[in-house]
């Protein structure tokens, strides 16, 4: 019988590990272009209605988190006991504030780019946008781990199928599926947050509004997308034979994609707005490449590729907030070059790489660079067998 295989220094699932790793690293890439003037199409995110493969970036990771949910309950019976709950508020709480940190960051950044003093720098509370990526991670982690304990694993899926379906209704009738500020996510977020602290996009004609990505109304599906990557969590533990998990998984997987790819025709698949067919189908890719690593990984045995993604997946977090604050540094930090007044992320894209490798090209050689740092931050802790995690 094949037995999963385990990174002897951290006791973690390494295909796992792998797919987080990869997940991190791509997420780092596409926030980071030389220029946003200029990327290839396939690394920006659809402008609307659509995915694109950068789209996939942000809920494979959040498919990961359920899946490691799973693995992690176990030691408390995937009961709600007084550690369980602790950790789960604990982790939620903490990481919210740090995706907040991150945001408190780049604007004190900004405001001494932009010649403010160190007060006015860090005192924009007023226009701090208070959601995020981390921000969502957070919310859809603490109630998805709060229905994991609360309801019985059985009675999961009817959650799962609540929450997408109520949601649906709410885009349907609620102007949900137009880009504009008529969409009841905005109308919610508004209320709720004040646009002030919202992200700022643009509608069709061109004219800014506030719609958050990240909102609080669109974090129900995200809640469901985390709960679809328990399960698949448990279809991990239950099963012991690598060719019978893999089975499972990839045909649990290629049922959500294309239940999702079909349901489009209804319910477009749309990033911003965590539309139900997203999660469905983003969650089947997600179950198909996790299927993929392990019949490369686990049953061929093929691993000598895997060490790169292993050193950004065993530290995704501390990874993630370092290329935050140092892509901050970079673009805020000045100085005079040729009588000009230009960034460290200007120098080293337009003045060491543009000129010989183009724009597109050039563009996505800075973002290579980025990752390459952030690598070398990981190996470092890799090495010194360091892992943080909340």
């Given at each position: ?7 002897k220094q951290s ?8 797919l987080?790793?990869?997940t991190i690293?791509g997420?780092?890439?596409?926030n ?15 402008s ?9 970036v942000?809920p494979?990771f ?28 604990k ?5 919210f ?14 405001g ?37 304990v609360?309801?019985?694993p059985k ?9 997408l ?7 349907l ?8 500020e008529?969409n ?30 990240e ?5 129900l ?8 990557g328990y399960?698949?969590?448990?279809i991990?533990?239950d099963?012991?034979?690598?060719h019978?998990k ?17 349901l489009?025709?209804g319910?477009p ?7 139900p067919t997203?999660?469905?189908?983003t969650t ?5 490449l996790l ?18 993604f ?8 501390i990874?993630?907030v370092?290329?935050?604050v ?15 007044t ?22 996505l050689?800075y ?8 690598w ?12 943080i995690?909340?």
């Amino acid at each position: 019988m094949n037995q999963i295989a385990i990174n002897k220094q951290s006791g973690r699932l390494l295909s796992l590990d792998i797919l987080r790793g990869i997940t991190i690293a791509g997420m780092i890439m596409v926030n980071n272009p030389g220029t946003w003037q200029y990327i290839y199409k396939p690394l920006g995110h659809a402008s609307w209605h659509g995915l694109t493969p950068t789209d996939l970036v942000f809920p494979f990771f959040m498919f990961i988190m359920g899946v490691s949910m799973y693995m992690s309950f176990r030691k408390f019976e995937f009961k709600a006991t007084k550690a369980s709950i602790y950790k789960i508020v604990k982790r939620t709480v903490l990481l919210f504030l740090v995706g907040m940190a991150l945001n408190w960051f780049g604007r004190l950044c900004g405001g001494l780019s932009r010649g403010e003093n160190l007060i006015e720098a860090a005192t924009h509370f007023d226009t701090l946008r208070i959601l995020g990526v981390l921000q969502r991670l957070a919310l859809a982690y603490g109630f998805a781990a709060l229905i994991a304990v609360y309801v019985k694993p059985k009675h999961i899926i009817w959650s799962i199928v609540i929450l997408l379906t109520g949601y649906f209704l709410l885009l349907l009738f609620g102007n949900g599926f137009d880009k504009s500020e008529n969409n009841i996510i905005s109308i919610i977020d508004r209320a709720i947050l004040g646009t002030a602290h919202m992200y700022r996009d643009t509608d069709a004609a061109g004219t800014s509004i506030a719609l958050d990505p990240e909102g609080l109304l669109s974090t129900l599906p995200s809640i469901a997308h985390v709960l679809i990557g328990y399960l698949f969590g448990k279809i991990i533990i239950d099963n012991k034979d690598n060719h019978v998990k893999v089975e499972k998984i990839m045909i649990w997987g290629t049922l959500l994609a294309f239940g999702g790819l079909l349901l489009q025709y209804g319910c477009p698949i749309n990033k911003k707005i965590w539309s139900p067919t997203f999660v469905l189908t983003t969650t089947g890719f997600a179950a198909q490449l996790l299927a993929l690593l392990i019949w490369i990984i686990d049953i061929k045995k093929k691993d000598r590729w895997t060490p790169f993604f292993h050193s950004f997946g065993v530290n995704p977090l501390i990874i993630y907030v370092f290329a935050g604050v140092f892509s901050n540094i970079l673009s805020n930090v000045k100085f005079m070059f040729r009588e000009e007044t230009i960034s460290l992320k200007g120098f080293i894209y337009s003045v060491m790489i543009q000129p010989w490798a183009g724009n597109y090209f050039g563009s996505l050689i800075y973002a290579l660079f980025l990752v390459t740092i952030c690598w070398l931050f990981g190996l470092f802790l890799y090495k010194k067998n360091i892992y943080i995690k909340l």
